[in-house]
């Protein structure tokens, strides 16, 4: 009898430990899934936080891709959208008249906008966020973002500050850009020469800088006549852009000028430019090419220095090239020779010059430009030197950006009227 009662008592210590550990096990799988769900959590906050800063990094990136500020605000605003960060977006731009303008479509800006722009603190709701652009203590617009489900949150307004905070930089580099680039343009142009030539001789001269980049560049053109009635065209580039190539092109073209003012032919003129650019210490190079016109017989004399050739058309379209052997660019370390050559230009005849940005693509051999440029100029010939020139320029470039300055210079000499003595035949 007291080994069953002591078997049944083992039995219900058995069941006590069994349920303790049972006990214990689910505690153990209750904790297990706690640490779990916070690896998880944990997990989950690492990702988003690792997207969070990939896409802000994305943000630089996109607002340094450019250096207009409409692209950099619609790159920006794509980026929102394509990412899901907002169902919709805009960047209101503050223009140098302190008025907010849209990005990418136009708009008038609301209330909240304006109270934004004016306060430069954010505003968070459920469906839209605002907040200001700024660089330190300067205020280029305001960023806006607007999300139909889910809502914003609480986090999403730092996120949002981050956001605006880099578009900012990409924002302020552009502006800043802008503006120099207009600067630097008025500058280049008002170094441009008026033209000055005999009545019978009709210019055209055009100047585009570069459309994309450091448009300051060292293209520039020069046309004018010499006290025994010679006139003289030239055209020439600086190498690279920016304000030393600006400044050296000055220097360049009124050296020129003066040297060819005085007397000197073509050749002697590059001569003497080239010993003066040698002279400054310059790293810069330059082309350039010299044509002066007898008007009283019709005899042109040129000398090239590593510069693109000059054509000339008839009245019939037909295009010569003066391509003839060149001397190496002005500036090189080593002394060369310079050839000048001769030729005849007739009543009714157009001589061209222009720089390299006209003709040269970067997915293209110059040659293939320079085919295209002569095709063009045998098909705008007939026009007036005006009107040939803006067609030129428009079929050669088109729609799209160029990356470099833009020079041509056009010279047409009128067509003797009954009476006039030609120069090509000398009868009336």
Request: proline letters at 5%; aromatic letters at 4%.
């Amino acid at each position: 009898m007291s080994e069953r009662v002591h078997g049944h008592g083992n039995v219900e210590q058995l069941r006590e430990i069994i349920d303790r550990q049972q006990q214990e096990l689910q505690m153990h799988r209750t904790e297990l899934e706690r640490t779990n769900a916070g690896l998880l959590a944990l997990h989950a906050e690492v990702e988003g936080q690792r997207q969070r800063t990939a896409f802000l990094d994305e943000v630089s990136r996109t607002a340094a891709a450019s250096l207009r500020r409409h692209e950099v605000a619609r790159a920006l605003v794509g980026l929102v959208e394509r990412e899901g960060v907002a169902t919709s977006a805009a960047v209101w731009l503050l223009d140098d008249s302190h008025r907010l303008r849209r990005e990418p479509e136009p708009g008038e800006p609301g209330r909240g906008v304006r109270q934004v722009a004016a306060t430069r603190r954010a505003v968070a709701g459920e469906k839209r966020i605002l907040v200001p652009l700024t660089v330190g203590p300067d205020l280029l617009g305001v960023l806006e973002l607007r999300r139909d489900e889910p809502v914003f949150g609480e986090e999403d307004l730092p996120f949002a500050r981050a956001v605006a905070a880099r578009s900012a930089v990409g924002l302020r580099n552009a502006n800043e850009y802008e503006r120099e680039r207009e600067l630097a343009g008025r500058l280049q142009l008002a170094m441009l020469p008026a033209l000055d030539t005999p009545a019978d001789l009709h210019l055209c001269a055009r100047y585009l800088p570069a459309a994309r980049g450091v448009n300051v560049g060292g293209d520039w053109f020069d046309a004018f006549t010499r006290p025994d009635g010679t006139v003289v065209l030239t055209v020439g580039d600086v190498t690279g852009h920016g304000l030393e190539a600006a400044v050296i092109m000055g220097k360049l073209q009124n050296a020129l000028r003066a040297y060819a003012a005085e007397g000197h032919g073509p050749a002697e003129t590059l001569r003497l430019t080239h010993n003066l650019l040698r002279g400054w210490h310059s790293p810069l190079l330059a082309t350039a090419v010299v044509l002066d016109l007898e008007l009283a017989t019709g005899r042109i004399r040129w000398a090239n220095a590593g510069h693109l050739p000059v054509f000339v058309a008839d009245a019939e379209g037909a295009v010569r090239s003066l391509d003839e052997p060149n001397a190496p660019l002005m500036g090189v370390p080593f002394p060369f020779e310079i050839s000048e050559y001769q030729a005849k230009l007739s009543p009714g005849e157009t001589v061209l010059l222009y720089t390299d940005g006209l003709v040269e693509r970067r997915r293209e051999p110059i040659d293939t430009g320079m085919d295209r440029l002569a095709r063009i100029f045998r098909r705008v010939v007939a026009a007036s030197p005006e009107e040939a020139g803006d067609r030129i320029l428009e079929e050669m470039l088109g729609a799209q950006d160029h990356d470099d300055d833009v020079c041509l210079l056009l010279c047409r000499w009128a067509t003797a009227a009954p009476g006039v003595r030609s120069a090509e035949s000398g009868t009336p």
